[in-house]
């Protein structure tokens, strides 16, 4: 496999505050390779540092066999970075928007590629601010994307969107993979992560706390659960039971996270037959990346 990113123990400090913290990764052509991790994790300035808008304090960062914080002009024609929908001009046409950001590149710009491949041409005479949040989203996609970019770098590209949206924008996503671009998209949506993303580097306090397939993170780490409504058992008899990692309820909902579901059931089916406690809507459930990301928060508060 052809890396076509390299970052070895990355650190990026604010004064005394650590964003990014000796990270280390690799990144292969054409993968969409995910970035996860909660609000101040350090996924934007790990991004920004690849994309040669920040500059690292230690560690070495490669994009294409560039140094983004010394080579920035280089780099700038071989990725494509999507901007913030507020970066663009409120009053501007999406075709406006798309000639000036054309008018950027040397080389020939595939902005009629795009509007097909995008659907654009019925917005094509829409300001920008007059487009729906779906659509400005897709809009700023093309325009990272006009020069045929090798590597597509997406910040939470699906933020706000409704879940039909956010799937069509994953396809579109997908898309521009499939054509030969690699993409390096940060998310808090577990679910995009799971979803979309071929390989997925978990961050926490500026720290890589997991990186591999989705598939495989969830096989070495995710807890399953059992998941059930019942008003007569307690979230302390839960957690008392042997194999039980972590216990969520809201009221009466419960979701048991457990190392082995058939013992733990019935440890819970014995336990309401003897005390005659109801339980409803019993379900066997796999774990997702949702429940992998709060156990490894859960971890790190405890450590
Ligand atoms: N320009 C800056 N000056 C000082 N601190 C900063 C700056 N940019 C980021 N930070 C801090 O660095 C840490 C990482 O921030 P960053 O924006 O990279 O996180 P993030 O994972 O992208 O978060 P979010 O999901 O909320 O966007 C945070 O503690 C943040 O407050």
């Given at each position: 496999m052809e890396?076509?990113?390299?970052?070895?123990?990355?650190?990026k400090n604010y004064g005394a505050a650590r964003a990014v913290n000796n990270l280390s990764f690799t990144v292969y052509k054409g993968e969409i390779f995910g970035i996860i991790g909660p609000n101040g994790a350090g996924k934007t300035t790990t991004l920004e540092i690849l994309e040669g808008i920040s500059v690292p304090s230690g560690g070495e960062v490669e994009?294409?066999?560039?140094?983004?914080?010394?080579?920035?002009?280089?780099?700038?024609?071989?990725?494509?970075?999507?901007?913030?929908?507020?970066?663009?001009?409120?009053k501007m046409k999406v075709k406006e928007a798309l000639d000036l950001f054309s008018s950027f590149y040397e080389g020939p710009a595939q902005k009629d590629y795009l509007i097909d491949l995008l659907g654009l041409k019925e917005k094509l005479n829409v300001k920008f601010d007059d487009l729906s949040g779906g659509w400005k989203q897709r809009v700023t996609l093309a325009l990272a994307t006009l020069h045929e970019p090798e590597i597509l770098f997406l910040d939470e590209p699906s933020m706000g969107l409704d879940p039909s949206a956010r799937r069509e924008m994953w396809s579109l996503i997908r898309l521009l993979r499939d054509r030969g671009s690699?993409?390096?998209v940060t998310t808090h949506y577990m679910e995009e992560a799971e979803q979309l993303c071929d390989r997925v580097?978990?961050?926490?306090?500026?720290?890589?706390?997991?990186?591999?397939?989705?598939?495989?993170?969830?096989n070495e780490g995710a807890a399953d659960c059992l998941a059930f409504t019942s008003a007569g058992l307690s979230r302390e008899y839960l957690l008392s039971l042997p194999g039980v990692e972590r216990v969520e309820n809201n009221l009466d909902e419960f979701k048991v996270y457990c190392d082995d579901q058939q013992t733990t059931a019935?440890?819970?089916?014995?336990?309401?037959?003897?005390?005659?406690?109801?339980?409803?809507?019993?379900?066997?459930?796999k774990g997702s990346l949702d429940d992998l990301f709060v156990q490894y928060l859960e971890k790190e508060k405890i450590g």
């Open positions: 890396s076509v990113i390299s970052v070895k123990n990355l650190s994009v294409l066999g560039l140094v983004p914080s010394k080579q920035l002009r280089e780099l700038n024609k071989k990725i494509g970075v999507q901007c913030q929908a507020t970066s663009i001009q409120k690699t993409i390096v580097a978990m961050i926490y306090s500026g720290q890589l706390k997991a990186l591999n397939t989705p598939h495989e993170l969830l019935f440890h819970i089916f014995t336990h309401c037959q003897e005390k005659g406690i109801r339980l409803a809507d019993f379900k066997f459930e």
